[in-house]
């Protein structure tokens, strides 16, 4: 598949063109690398382990299919998991030997960064690389951002916006960039998240910074400060 053809949206950071993918994955072209965030892994069997609500356990199995559509679709010889890619350490350990193998699968003939987040902050019985960041100038992978960065990539808040139309409301996970940074939604299916209003995001992101909504395409609005919702076009 063309990756013109799955509607992402282009973004320029730190003179580095990057693609931002309805999915919720980025994409950088030049050095053919695919970048997701939060992946939870295993949330459901956590939370049944913890003695919570008993979820239907298909979300590591929907977020696995999911990237490996985006793999298959843009050739990543390159991914990186920007942190809390299983739910917790146990999670990762009880992986069914199926999982296992297909993210085996995923891996083969690709260089694969996890990065440490703080529900998985030590290495996984995974192949690949395991790294607190990953930096490949001009840009830093990390979990967390930093108030001082300058062309950092990171996850963690799991960001979401909400935007209405002419007909309705929209609210979907969301990246969120200025000319600093980056902070990519949750990519796993279980994922709640974090209203890009929130004050918390205040201190990151400069007044003109968007918002890019996944989807069925990508759709860049002003970044939302209020609870007030921008208008769409479309």
Not at 140 to 154: T, W, Y
Request: with cysteine; glycine share 8%; charged share 20%.
């Amino acid at each position: 598949m063309n990756i013109s053809a799955l509607l992402g949206y282009e973004v320029t950071l730190k003179g580095v063109q990057l693609t931002a993918l309805p999915s919720g994955a980025l994409w950088w072209k030049a050095h053919s690398t695919l970048c997701v965030s939060d992946l939870h892994l295993g949330k459901s069997e956590r939370i049944a382990r913890r003695g919570g609500a008993i979820l239907p356990p298909y979300e590591t199995q929907d977020t696995l299919d999911r990237l490996s559509a985006d793999l298959e679709a843009t050739n990543a010889k390159t991914v990186i998991c920007l942190g809390d890619s299983f739910d917790d350490l146990s999670a990762a350990q009880a992986m069914p030997d199926a999982v296992r193998l297909q993210i085996s699968q995923l891996q083969a003939g690709r260089h694969w960064v996890w990065i440490q987040g703080n529900h998985d902050p030590g290495p996984v019985e995974f192949g690949g690389t395991h790294m607190a960041e990953f930096k490949q100038s001009p840009i830093v992978f990390r979990h967390i951002a930093q108030n001082a960065a300058d062309g950092e990539i990171s996850g963690h808040y799991h960001p979401k916006a909400r935007i209405h139309t002419r007909a309705r409301a929209i609210s979907r996970p969301a990246f969120l960039v200025d000319d600093r940074r980056m902070i990519l939604p949750a990519y796993g299916t279980y994922t709640g998240g974090l209203w890009s209003h929130d004050p918390l995001f205040d201190p990151l992101f400069k007044p003109r910074a968007i918002a890019i909504l996944t989807g069925k395409r990508a759709l860049a609005v002003p970044m939302p400060r209020s609870q007030r919702m921008p208008a769409s076009s479309n």
